[in-house]
Every structure is written in C-alpha cells, then in structure tokens.
C-alpha cells in the first residue's frame, strides 16, 4: 500500500505550488460553497494533493472550527502538503487576490461611488459560480452518501438551517452525535470511504507541539493587536482590532452564521456604516475571489477613513484619509485571519487521529453527510438572490422560507448560467475558462440589455 506522507515529510513548496494556490485564490469566487468546489476540483480531482475522503475529513473538521472554513481548508491542505510554510503558502494566496481587489473597490466606492460595469461584470461571473456550485455538489454527494442514514442526515441538515434556521453549529453537533451512537461500526464506515491504496497517518498527535504552536500563535497574532492599543490609542485602530479579534473567535458556521451579527453591530452599535454601504460592501465580497468574510476589510477601511476625515484637517499623524483607511483595512484582515492559521496548524494533526478512532470516524462521517446539506443550503440561497432581485423571508411560527418575487426574475443572467453549463457539464472546461467566459457576458449584458 502506499503510505500518505505527513507534513513534515512532504516536499518542499516550489513555483508550481504557489501558481496553483494563486490560481485558486484568483478564481475563488461565489463564497464557501464554490469556493470549496474549485479546491475540490483542483487539488483532489486534478492533482491528487489529497484523497477524497481526506479532503471531506478536512472539510468537515473545518466546519468545526471558527473562522471561513474555506480558507483553513486550504491552509490544511497546504500544511499537509508542505508543512508550516505550504500551509502559510496556501492560506495567503487564497485570500490575498480578494484582499487587494476589495481593498480597490472600496477605494474606488469612496472615490466614485457605485461602478455599474463592475457590477455587470460581476453578475455575469455568479451565474458561472451557480453552475460550479452546482457540479460539485453533485460530485461531492455521489461520493460521500453511502447509505439512507447519510442521506437523511443531509435532508435533515438542510430542512434545519434552511426552513428552521437552526443555528449551524447545533446542526453539526447533532449530526456528530448521530453519527457517534449510530450502529454502523468505524469499520464497515472506514472500509467504505477509506481509499484502498492509502493508508493514514495514525500516531498519537504531540500535546506539548500543540501547545507549544498554541502559545507562539497566539503571540503573534495578539501582540500588534496590544501595540495598536498603546500607540494608536487616539484613534479608531484598537476597537477595529477589538471587536474584529473577538468576532473571529465567535464566528463558527462561517461567512453567513456571523454575517447578521456582525451588520447589526457595525451598523447600530458603532454607527461605522449605514445599512445600505453595509449592503454595498456584502455585494463586493459576494462577487469577488476569496471569502466572504472579507468584507470586514471593506468595514474596517470605510470605519477608518470616517475616522480620519472626523479629524481636525481630514488627517491623523499626517496621514490621509485614504491612507489611514487602508491602515484600517490591514488592521481587520490581520484580526480576521492570522488565528486562521493557528486553529489549523495547532488541531491539523488531530484530524487523521480522530478518523482513526471508529466512534470519532463515525461522528465525523455524520458531519460529512451535514456538510452536503449545508453545501446544497448555501447553493440555493445564492441562486435564488443571483437569479431574482427580490427575494422575501416569510415566517410562519418555527419555519421560515425564502420567496423569490417571480417578476423580478433577472432575465439577462439566465442564459449565462445555461452557457456556463454547457460548457462544464458537457464540454468539462476549466473553472477559469468559464469564469472568463461568464465575466464577457456579463459585461455585454451591461452594454446591450436595457436595464
């Protein structure tokens, strides 16, 4: 059998890595779902960097953890291919091309306002991330569901978040449970999902390394945070650093779990944004590469920028708004995402460990099943706000439904997603290829359909 090597005896990152993650970062559009199709298609379909039981033991442990699970997903994937610096590798050029892009679309929102081309641009690229969404579920579940019980998890974990609005963590840990007391042995699971060829790392992971990488991560990530406190103490930068270190603690479920808590905050709390920029900068992170947490960037640079032009002749320490603005930015990036690498270089090792505990591996498995309906959740709530420009939320005691308005059906990106499926489900083009594609429509769709 061939053995799967460790982190630490995996090869030395190179160009070719980096071109790979970069492309990845580049593409990344249409928030976790797509996101984690693209590395899916990339890094286990292309490249074999993982197995596929690997990749979805990852994904599901990530789902876990606080913070955009698509990111440590790709930090995971990139520690387990080159140590701590193919994971540092990864985990930055999968959210620096979305970082800067933000960062020059809320210049130019400060500087101009509302752009439309971007926005046709952009419309044309989330119908191609529909159809992405789309392929890779159905890939993903023809893999993982093996059976009525992992099929029942999936239906129950979408009716839960999607009509009940359970809270998605309650969601993951009932599933766990399921899959803990289930009578389906860690063997027959294993057996059946386990790859023949590849055989785990199953060592006991280190409790003084884990803590030892704990008590460094912390450090790094906490000590410019306490320097801004003390030297920046007159300005905004210390509660930006405050609340957003807080909020990536809290932020488990992901991107759309923290999303609502994060707008109330900053918009009534902190009167940072009103409601409709708040909107504006959720529609930026929605149709640029990276996570959708990134649009605690775009708040962090419009709170700063208020707060330099508040000040006595539109400047603090001499520098300019715009500047003290991407000040801002820097600030909220580094408080969202460097614990990022710490959740996954500090609990990365437990993961292999844990899928090769029989109970552990059956509650895992249950949150792979979970996972797929919680992938198929987020694939129609973004149809349904891609493909309509109304849609409602109407509540009827414990249930909620969204209810798109049928007359307000965007016709001009429909035929965009039915060109993009084509040319994936029949012709199996590269993602970049129909993302470009998608992109030229819709930036035809802005010149030639009357709006």
Not at 167 to 184: D, E, H, N
Request: net charge neutral.
């Amino acid at each position: 059998m061939r053995k799967v090597k460790s982190a630490d005896q995996s090869p030395k990152i190179n160009l070719g890595d980096l071109g790979v993650w970069l492309k990845i970062g580049i593409l990344s559009f249409g928030g976790p779902a797509a996101q984690i199709a693209l590395m899916h298609r990339e890094i286990v379909e292309k490249r074999q960097w993982l197995s596929e039981q690997q990749y979805l033991n990852a994904l599901s442990f990530c789902m876990l953890l606080p913070g955009p699970e698509a990111m440590q997903l790709a930090t995971y994937a990139g520690w387990r291919r080159a140590g701590l610096a193919g994971g540092l590798l990864a985990g930055l050029s999968f959210i620096m091309p979305g970082a800067l892009i933000i960062l020059a679309l809320a210049l130019i929102y400060v500087s101009f306002g509302q752009n439309l081309l971007l926005a046709s641009l952009f419309s044309g690229i989330k119908a191609a991330v529909i159809v992405i969404v789309l392929h890779s579920l159905l890939r993903i579940a023809r893999r993982t569901m093996r059976g009525i019980a992992d099929w029942s998890i999936a239906v129950l974990a979408f009716i839960g978040i999607f009509f009940v609005d359970i809270p998605f963590p309650l969601i993951l840990l009932i599933a766990a449970a399921f899959g803990y007391f289930a009578t389906t042995t860690g063997d027959e699971r294993t057996s059946s999902q386990q790859p023949s060829t590849t055989q785990l790392i199953t060592g006991q992971p280190s409790a003084t390394r884990t803590l030892m990488i704990v008590a460094a991560g912390l450090v790094i990530w906490l000590l410019p945070l306490l320097g801004l406190a003390l030297l920046a103490d007159q300005t905004i930068l210390p509660q930006l650093a405050h609340f957003f270190a807080k909020l990536a603690i809290v932020t488990f479920g992901g991107a759309y779990a923290v999303l609502a808590y994060m707008g109330q905050e900053v918009v009534s709390q902190y009167n940072w944004l009103s409601t409709p920029e708040m909107m504006d900068g959720l529609g930026l992170a929605e149709t640029t590469p990276g996570p959708l947490i990134l649009v605690t960037e775009f708040v962090g640079f419009i709170a700063a920028y208020r707060d330099a032009l508040a000040t006595s002749g539109g400047a603090v320490n001499g520098a300019s708004p715009l500047i003290f603005g991407c000040v801002g930015a820097l600030v909220t990036l580094w408080a969202t995402f460097a614990p990022c690498f710490l959740w996954i270089f500090s609990a990365g090792p437990y993961v292999e460990w844990i899928v090769a505990k029989p109970r552990l591996n059956n509650a895992l498995g249950g949150i792979t099943a979970a996972v797929v309906g919680v992938i198929a959740n987020l694939s129609v709530w973004f149809a349904m706000h891609v493909f309509f420009g109304e849609v409602e939320m109407v509540e009827r005691g414990m249930f909620q439904i969204l209810i798109p308005d049928l007359t307000s059906v965007e016709w001009g990106i429909v035929p965009i997603a039915l060109i993009c499926g084509l040319l994936l489900f029949w012709r199996q083009w590269d993602s970049w290829r129909i993302i470009a594609i998608a992109a030229a429509l819709g930036v035809g769709l802005y010149n030639f359909w009357p709006s």
